[in-house]
Every structure is written in C-alpha cells, then in structure tokens.
C-alpha cells in the first residue's frame, strides 16, 4: 500500500501538470475563438457599410441615369413636333399654290361621286 501511496504521489504532479496545460490550452482556444468571433463581427459590419455605400452609389447613377432619359425624351419629342409642324406647313405652303379654278374642278368631282355613289 506504501508503494501504491508513492505511485500516487509521483503521478500528482504529472496529473497536474496535465491539466493544467489542458486549461491552459482550453484558455487560448477561448480567447481565439473570441478574436475568430471579433473579427467575423468586423468584417460583416464593413461589409454592411460596402453594401450600404454600394446602394447609394447605385441609386445615385439610377436618378442620374433617369434625367438623363428624360432629358432625351422631352428632346426627342419636341424634335419630332418641329418635324410635324415642318411638314404641315410645306403640304400647307404646297395647296396654297393650287389655283382656285382646280379647287372648283376637284370639289365639283367630289360632289358628283358622292351624289353617283348615293342613288
């Protein structure tokens, strides 16, 4: 029993020693795992404010892009309203020059057709 008293007692330390580098190592592994958790927290708050900035970013070249096509719209039709015009006033400018003797002669023609086309 003496001899197993010893035993014991020679095993204590290197039990202790055992544990504690085990709590040792439980420890840093704590504290890594903090540091893994700090960090991961920091790279999704700089990856919110990324998107965040991103999204501004976005939605300001979208309004400016929506000017943009408005501007190009209002010009494009005020373009095509001046060709309208244009043209109108050319047909206009064009049966001006008609003499009135035709005119007659045309509406006479009308007039008969309509008449003809009635009985």
């Given at each position: 029993?003496?001899r197993?008293?010893?035993?014991r007692?020679?095993?204590?330390?290197?039990e202790q020693?055992?544990?504690?580098?085990l709590?040792a190592?439980?420890?840093?592994?704590?504290?890594?795992l903090?540091?893994?958790?700090?960090?991961?927290?920091?790279?999704?708050?700089?990856?919110?404010?990324?998107?965040?900035?991103?999204?501004?970013?976005?939605?300001?070249?979208?309004?400016?892009a929506?000017?943009?096509?408005?501007?190009?719209?209002?010009?494009e039709r005020?373009?095509?309203?001046r060709?309208?015009?244009?043209?109108?006033?050319?047909?206009?400018?064009?049966?001006?020059?008609?003499?009135?003797?035709?005119?007659?002669?045309?509406?006479?023609?009308?007039?008969?057709?309509?008449?003809?086309?009635?009985?």
């Amino acid at each position: 029993m003496a001899r197993h008293l010893r035993r014991r007692r020679l095993e204590a330390p290197s039990e202790q020693s055992d544990l504690t580098r085990l709590l040792a190592a439980e420890a840093r592994l704590e504290q890594m795992l903090q540091s893994a958790r700090d960090e991961a927290a920091r790279l999704v708050t700089e990856a919110q404010a990324a998107a965040r900035a991103r999204d501004d970013t976005l939605g300001g070249e979208l309004e400016q892009a929506g000017r943009r096509l408005e501007t190009e719209i209002v010009a494009e039709r005020e373009r095509r309203v001046r060709e309208i015009e244009e043209a109108g006033l050319r047909e206009v400018e064009r049966l001006e020059h008609v003499a009135p003797e035709q005119i007659a002669e045309l509406a006479r023609y009308v007039v008969d057709r309509v008449i003809e086309g009635g009985s």
